[in-house]
């Protein structure tokens, strides 16, 4: 009986135990992906151009920048040494939009790291190499402006067209 009992329990739980199946993830369309991809590349160049005008560099053309991943990138392809973890050190953190160090003299020994802080401030890194490693020389920061990211809105309308779709087929 008590086995029978058991047996009883048993199949209950498996028949009525939820199914755990992935669901089916709707991929964006390519023109949604293009929208936000935009979206977002147009959200960095106003907190980008925000943080130079703030320290008088938007008109003055940099010789090269590099962002945050482009280092990493790099690291990858070149291997770990002193000089990219003292440089990695100096670009972590939190901040908006992109952290990028800047090179505005073909003299890549002085290098400037410019970036706006989760706070909105504007903050300016005067970096200079010494022997294998790079060091902070200067700490200048100055009040940016909020800067907003306008979401794109064609994620919702891609999932309504994939509805109706699938009313029409």
Known sequence: MKKLFFLLLVLFVTINAPIHSKAEEQELSAKCKKMLEE???????????????SFDLLEREPVVYFTASELWKNEILSGKNEVFDSLKKLMTGKYRGEKRLYFFEPDPKIGYILFKDINNNNVMLTIEKEQDKWVLKEKIVKEGKEISLETAKCDEQHFMQKMFDNLYP
């Open 39 to 53: 979206t977002k590349a147009e959200y960095i160049n106003l907190v980008n151009n925000d943080v130079l005008s």
